[in-house]
Protein backbone atom coordinates (compact mmCIF):
# COMPACT_ATOMS: atom_id res chain seq x y z
CA UNK A 1 0.00 0.00 0.00
CA UNK A 2 2.96 2.35 0.75
CA UNK A 3 4.90 1.74 -2.39
CA UNK A 4 1.49 2.14 -4.44
CA UNK A 5 0.79 5.79 -2.43
CA UNK A 6 4.76 6.86 -3.25
CA UNK A 7 4.16 6.29 -6.69
CA UNK A 8 0.67 7.86 -7.12
CA UNK A 9 2.67 11.00 -5.58
CA UNK A 10 5.53 10.57 -7.61
CA UNK A 11 3.47 10.33 -10.62
CA UNK A 12 1.83 14.04 -9.74
CA UNK A 13 -1.87 12.36 -9.34
CA UNK A 14 -4.28 14.08 -6.85
CA UNK A 15 -5.75 12.08 -4.70
CA UNK A 16 -8.94 12.69 -5.60
CA UNK A 17 -8.36 11.32 -9.14
CA UNK A 18 -7.93 7.89 -7.68
CA UNK A 19 -11.26 7.96 -6.57
CA UNK A 20 -14.15 7.30 -8.83
CA UNK A 21 -18.40 6.63 -8.45
CA UNK A 22 -18.71 3.03 -9.00
CA UNK A 23 -21.81 2.49 -11.46
CA UNK A 24 -20.23 5.23 -14.11
CA UNK A 25 -16.85 3.88 -13.95
CA UNK A 26 -18.27 -0.08 -14.34
CA UNK A 27 -20.25 1.88 -17.39
CA UNK A 28 -16.81 3.03 -18.75
CA UNK A 29 -14.64 0.45 -17.74
CA UNK A 30 -17.53 -1.91 -20.08
CA UNK A 31 -17.50 0.07 -22.96
CA UNK A 32 -13.74 0.23 -23.15
CA UNK A 33 -13.31 -3.59 -23.38
CA UNK A 34 -16.43 -3.96 -26.10
CA UNK A 35 -13.83 -1.68 -27.87
CA UNK A 36 -10.85 -3.17 -27.40
CA UNK A 37 -11.71 -6.57 -26.91
CA UNK A 38 -12.23 -7.74 -30.27
CA UNK A 39 -8.84 -6.76 -31.19
CA UNK A 40 -7.41 -8.08 -28.34
CA UNK A 41 -8.77 -11.64 -28.96
CA UNK A 42 -7.11 -11.39 -32.76
CA UNK A 43 -3.61 -10.20 -31.47
CA UNK A 44 -3.31 -13.07 -29.00
CA UNK A 45 -4.32 -15.71 -31.77
CA UNK A 46 -2.31 -14.45 -33.95
CA UNK A 47 1.05 -14.23 -31.87
CA UNK A 48 0.39 -16.80 -29.61
CA UNK A 49 -0.34 -17.31 -26.25
CA UNK A 50 2.22 -15.59 -24.76
CA UNK A 51 -0.04 -12.55 -25.12
CA UNK A 52 -2.81 -13.49 -23.62
CA UNK A 53 -3.60 -12.37 -20.11
CA UNK A 54 -5.66 -13.26 -16.95
CA UNK A 55 -7.03 -10.58 -14.31
CA UNK A 56 -4.16 -10.92 -11.56
CA UNK A 57 -6.76 -10.06 -8.66
CA UNK A 58 -9.41 -13.09 -9.41
CA UNK A 59 -13.38 -12.65 -10.66
CA UNK A 60 -15.53 -11.83 -7.58
CA UNK A 61 -12.60 -10.03 -5.34
CA UNK A 62 -14.53 -6.86 -3.78
CA UNK A 63 -11.86 -4.40 -2.51
CA UNK A 64 -8.93 -5.72 -2.69
CA UNK A 65 -5.73 -5.48 -1.11
CA UNK A 66 -2.92 -8.02 -1.65
CA UNK A 67 0.02 -8.32 1.11
CA UNK A 68 3.47 -10.30 0.50
CA UNK A 69 4.09 -12.38 3.56
CA UNK A 70 7.31 -14.38 3.63
CA UNK A 71 7.36 -15.13 0.06
CA UNK A 72 3.15 -15.68 -0.85
CA UNK A 73 0.39 -13.16 -1.32
CA UNK A 74 -2.71 -13.06 0.99
CA UNK A 75 -5.75 -10.72 1.07
CA UNK A 76 -9.25 -10.92 3.00
CA UNK A 77 -12.70 -10.95 1.59
CA UNK A 78 -15.78 -10.17 3.65
CA UNK A 79 -19.15 -12.00 3.60
CA UNK A 80 -21.45 -10.80 5.59
CA UNK A 81 -20.12 -10.36 8.89
CA UNK A 82 -17.50 -13.29 8.53
CA UNK A 83 -13.94 -12.18 6.76
CA UNK A 84 -12.10 -15.02 5.18
CA UNK A 85 -8.29 -15.30 4.09
CA UNK A 86 -6.74 -15.86 0.58
CA UNK A 87 -3.42 -17.24 -0.31
CA UNK A 88 -1.67 -17.14 -3.63
CA UNK A 89 2.21 -17.63 -5.04
CA UNK A 90 1.72 -15.41 -8.49
CA UNK A 91 -1.47 -13.29 -7.82
CA UNK A 92 -3.23 -15.85 -10.60
CA UNK A 93 -4.11 -18.45 -8.66
CA UNK A 94 -6.04 -17.67 -5.28
CA UNK A 95 -7.19 -20.53 -2.99
CA UNK A 96 -8.72 -19.93 0.19
CA UNK A 97 -7.17 -20.33 3.35
CA UNK A 98 -9.33 -20.10 6.17
CA UNK A 99 -12.10 -17.92 7.65
CA UNK A 100 -10.24 -15.67 10.38
CA UNK A 101 -12.84 -13.49 11.72
CA UNK A 102 -16.31 -13.13 12.60
CA UNK A 103 -18.06 -10.07 13.71
CA UNK A 104 -19.04 -10.57 17.93
CA UNK A 105 -22.01 -8.86 17.32
CA UNK A 106 -23.09 -9.71 13.58
CA UNK A 107 -22.47 -6.57 12.05
CA UNK A 108 -21.58 -6.31 8.45
CA UNK A 109 -18.01 -5.97 7.16
CA UNK A 110 -16.77 -3.69 4.25
CA UNK A 111 -13.72 -3.90 2.69
CA UNK A 112 -11.02 -5.29 5.02
CA UNK A 113 -7.15 -5.03 5.19
CA UNK A 114 -5.15 -7.32 6.02
CA UNK A 115 -1.36 -5.76 7.01
CA UNK A 116 1.94 -7.08 9.10
CA UNK A 117 3.47 -4.71 11.75
CA UNK A 118 6.74 -5.99 13.54
CA UNK A 119 4.78 -9.25 13.29
CA UNK A 120 2.05 -8.69 14.24
CA UNK A 121 -1.72 -9.34 11.98
CA UNK A 122 -4.01 -6.86 11.82
CA UNK A 123 -7.39 -6.69 10.24
CA UNK A 124 -8.89 -3.05 9.36
CA UNK A 125 -12.33 -3.42 8.43
CA UNK A 126 -15.98 -1.21 7.92
CA UNK A 127 -18.49 -2.11 10.19
CA UNK A 128 -21.80 -1.81 9.66
CA UNK A 129 -25.64 -2.15 10.63
CA UNK A 130 -27.49 -3.08 7.65
CA UNK A 131 -27.28 -1.65 3.89
CA UNK A 132 -24.68 1.64 5.28
CA UNK A 133 -26.43 1.95 8.42
CA UNK A 134 -24.02 3.42 11.33
CA UNK A 135 -21.01 2.62 9.48
CA UNK A 136 -17.26 2.66 11.51
CA UNK A 137 -13.81 1.96 11.28
CA UNK A 138 -12.36 -0.93 13.20
CA UNK A 139 -9.68 -3.09 13.82
CA UNK A 140 -9.32 -6.77 14.94
CA UNK A 141 -5.39 -7.98 16.06
CA UNK A 142 -4.00 -11.77 15.55
CA UNK A 143 -0.24 -13.30 16.66
CA UNK A 144 -1.25 -15.33 13.89
CA UNK A 145 -1.66 -15.06 10.33
CA UNK A 146 -4.68 -17.60 9.94
CA UNK A 147 -6.44 -15.93 13.53
CA UNK A 148 -8.38 -15.78 15.65
CA UNK A 149 -8.41 -11.78 15.27
CA UNK A 150 -10.02 -9.83 18.27
CA UNK A 151 -11.44 -6.27 18.05
CA UNK A 152 -9.41 -3.91 19.93
CA UNK A 153 -8.28 -0.08 19.46
CA UNK A 154 -10.29 2.61 17.87
CA UNK A 155 -13.51 2.70 16.99
CA UNK A 156 -13.81 5.56 14.51
CA UNK A 157 -18.27 6.57 13.51
CA UNK A 158 -19.06 7.93 9.93
CA UNK A 159 -16.25 5.83 7.64
CA UNK A 160 -15.69 3.33 5.59
CA UNK A 161 -13.24 1.38 3.57
CA UNK A 162 -9.82 1.84 6.41
CA UNK A 163 -6.64 1.49 4.92
CA UNK A 164 -3.29 2.11 6.93
CA UNK A 165 -0.35 4.03 5.62
CA UNK A 166 3.11 3.59 6.82
CA UNK A 167 5.73 6.36 5.75
CA UNK A 168 9.41 5.38 5.62
CA UNK A 169 10.15 6.56 8.68
CA UNK A 170 7.46 4.87 10.61
CA UNK A 171 4.77 7.46 11.27
CA UNK A 172 1.32 5.86 10.64
CA UNK A 173 -1.77 7.14 9.16
CA UNK A 174 -5.70 5.78 8.62
CA UNK A 175 -7.57 6.68 5.52
CA UNK A 176 -10.64 5.92 5.06
CA UNK A 177 -14.02 7.72 3.55
CA UNK A 178 -16.35 9.90 5.98
CA UNK A 179 -19.61 11.30 5.93
CA UNK A 180 -19.82 14.76 6.84
CA UNK A 181 -23.43 14.73 7.15
CA UNK A 182 -23.70 12.60 9.65
CA UNK A 183 -22.20 9.33 11.34
CA UNK A 184 -25.88 7.00 11.30
CA UNK A 185 -26.09 6.78 7.33
CA UNK A 186 -23.72 6.77 4.15
CA UNK A 187 -24.30 9.98 1.51
CA UNK A 188 -21.47 11.86 0.67
CA UNK A 189 -17.91 11.01 1.31
CA UNK A 190 -14.81 12.31 1.94
CA UNK A 191 -11.24 11.08 1.71
CA UNK A 192 -9.86 11.63 5.60
CA UNK A 193 -6.82 11.08 7.39
CA UNK A 194 -6.24 9.90 11.00
CA UNK A 195 -2.95 10.12 12.48
CA UNK A 196 -1.87 6.79 14.87
CA UNK A 197 0.70 6.54 17.56
CA UNK A 198 0.79 2.77 16.80
CA UNK A 199 -1.38 0.11 14.46
CA UNK A 200 -4.91 0.06 16.51
CA UNK A 201 -4.47 4.04 18.46
CA UNK A 202 -5.67 7.40 17.22
CA UNK A 203 -2.93 9.82 18.20
CA UNK A 204 -3.32 12.02 20.81
CA UNK A 205 -5.85 15.64 20.04
CA UNK A 206 -5.61 13.85 16.63
CA UNK A 207 -8.31 15.10 14.34
CA UNK A 208 -9.27 13.82 10.84
CA UNK A 209 -8.02 15.83 7.64
CA UNK A 210 -9.75 15.61 4.60
CA UNK A 211 -7.56 15.23 1.62
CA UNK A 212 -9.99 15.05 -0.87
CA UNK A 213 -13.85 15.75 -2.05
CA UNK A 214 -15.89 15.00 -4.62
CA UNK A 215 -15.72 18.34 -6.33
CA UNK A 216 -15.74 16.90 -10.12
CA UNK A 217 -19.66 16.18 -11.99
CA UNK A 218 -18.12 12.47 -12.60
CA UNK A 219 -17.72 11.85 -8.90
CA UNK A 220 -21.05 12.41 -8.06
CA UNK A 221 -21.00 12.76 -4.45
CA UNK A 222 -18.14 9.60 -3.44
CA UNK A 223 -14.90 9.52 -2.51
CA UNK A 224 -14.03 6.06 -1.19
CA UNK A 225 -11.40 3.61 -1.73
CA UNK A 226 -8.18 5.77 -0.78
CA UNK A 227 -5.84 2.39 -0.73
Not at 94 to 103: D, L, P, S, V, Y
Request: aromatic share 12%; proline share 8%.
Amino acid sequence: MRGAAFFVEAAGFAPRRLCCYHRRMGKLLRTLWLAVAPGCFVLAAACGPSLAYRNPVGCGFQDPAPVEYRGEYFLVQSIGPRVDLYSSRDLVEWKREARIFQHPEGRIIWAPELHVVNGRFYLYLSQLEGTCYRPRLRVAVSSRLRGPYILTGFDIPGAIDPSLFRTSTGEMYLLGAGFPGGDDHCGESHIRVWRLSDPVTLAAASSPLTISKPDNSWEWIVNEGPQ
